[in-house]
T-cell receptor, first 113, second 114 residues
Framework: QKEVEQDPGPLSVPEGAIVSLNCTYS??????FMWYRQYSRKGPELLMY????GNKEDGRFTAQVDKSSKYISLFIRDSQPSDSATYLC?????????????FGAGTILRVKS | DVKVTQSSRYLVKRTGEKVFLECVQD?????MFWYRQDPGLGLRLIYF???????EKGDIPEGYSVSREKKERFSLILESASTNQTSMYLC?????????????FGPGTRLTVL
């Protein structure tokens, strides 16, 4: 079983839809949760970062962490064609864990105009 | 802006060749990473480095080695390329000692081994 599970999609939605992207994980030591966005033929870029449980909002994007369920989500409101990309969740524990990120497989999102 | 550059966008090599992938960052970051990205498998860590001349194995180091002679440069070496090393290779860098610091990625090198 992988430490981080993420449905690779592709997920295809119409413009304006609310998008929900999710990851589950097995390692209870994870404390830091990130979402990276990767456009075609580019490297990933950090989109949002959350520590421990709770919600974080940034414009049309909301990140949620539920540590009790080992489940994280990224919501995109009013999705735009420019949101079409691969979204990768990533997580890590404390420094002792090894200063590394563990990535999910990435979900391909396509927003149709 | 942080910039991470990789020496080639596309590379085609033959089985058994020695392959060098170069990565350079311009923000004086301590940490540098090499990943490979394959469909359905996401990013898998090959090697990383906290400092000059220092290296640590990641999750899939077999068949690879690395070199970090200067702080800004981190090289990935495929000693004898094989077809199962055909992949997208991504280099990243980050600052500080904590793992949640943002990693900045290069554009990737698409390597094909024939």
């Amino acid at each position: 079983q992988k430490e981080v599970e993420q449905d690779p999609g592709p997920l295809s939605v119409p413009e304006g839809a609310i998008v929900s992207l999710n990851c589950t994980y097995s390692n209870s030591a994870f404390q830091y949760f990130m979402w990276y966005r990767q456009y075609s033929r580019k490297g990933p870029e950090l989109l949002m970062y959350t520590y421990s449980s709770g919600n974080k909002e940034d414009g049309r994007f909301t990140a949620q962490v539920d540590k009790s369920s080992k489940y994280i989500s990224l919501f995109i409101r009013d999705s735009q064609p420019s949101d079409s990309a691969t979204y990768l969740c990533a997580m890590s524990g404390l420094v002792e864990y090894g200063n590394k990120l563990v990535f999910g497989a990435g979900t391909i999102l396509r927003v149709k105009s | 802006d942080v910039k991470v550059t990789q020496s080639s966008r596309y590379l085609v090599k033959r089985t058994g060749e020695k392959v060098f992938l170069e990565c350079v960052q311009d923000m004086d970051h301590e940490n540098m990473f090499w990943y490979r990205q394959d469909p359905g498998l996401g990013l898998r860590l090959i090697y990383f480095s906290y400092d000059v001349k220092m290296k640590e194995k990641g999750d899939i180091p077999e068949g690879y080695s690395v070199s970090r002679e200067k702080k800004e440069r981190f090289s990935l070496i495929l000693e004898s390329a094989s077809t199962n090393q055909t992949s997208m290779y991504l280099c990243a860098s980050s600052s500080g000692a904590v793992s949640y610091n943002e990693q900045f990625f290069g554009p990737g090198t698409r390597l094909t081994v024939l």
